[in-house]
């Protein structure tokens, strides 16, 4: 069975019962926070208060997805109150390999994500600089979008990259992942995958989460 991670995004939690969706998605192998600031994007959500009390709560490790104008200057506190993978935008850094080894050095795994429409070539050069490239597969800002099937090309493209050069970088995808897309994602390349609201929505969260796995774990290769 291959290696695969289903990260649920608590932007499909209830904000005012956290600690209860936490304790519900406990199967999970990170929990994705969905960090919004209203200006990269038009939506907002919490910042770094917030998220240090999702860490100091979630009995499971932090997948920090930032959606926020800046990075290079904001993304080093939330690795340092303890996320374990920190992703930010690359059409939003000004320095993403210095950014990356930023986070590393303070201990987060390094993540860099790509809007629809932003190309990944860019990125080959530099893969083993990422822990996590995340292709978006709708556009960044809400949840319960439709999967983008268009973006599973560029997926694959990066996936062969990655192969060619023996790079271990792992593959997110983020956006309407589902019982029903998530095969074709895996089947493109991507080993980590991040649903809200297809887990959240769920009667039981914990079987839709290990529902996903097993739909995921199928289709890897
Ligand atoms: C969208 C966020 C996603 C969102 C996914 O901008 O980055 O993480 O929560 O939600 P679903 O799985 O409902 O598309
Ligand atoms: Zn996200």
Redesign the pocket.
Known sequence: MADTRINP????ADFVNMEADLARIAAADFV?V?V?DNHF?P?LTFGPQMVRRVQETSPVPLDV?L?ITDPDRWAPGYAELGAASVTFHLEAAAEPVALARRLRQIGARAGVAVKPATPVEGLYDVLDEFDQILV??????????S?MADQMPKLARLRDEARRRGSHVWLQV?????ESTIAQAAEAGADTF????????AADPGRAIEALRAQASAHVH
Do not use: C, K, Y
């Not at 991040?194 to 929505?201: C, K």
């Open positions: 995004s608590i932007l499909s994705h969905d919004m994007v939506n997805h959606m978006m597969t709708v556009e960044p800002g809400f949840g319960g979008q999967f983020d956006g309407g992942i589902s991040v649903a809200g609201s297809a887990v959240f929505g």
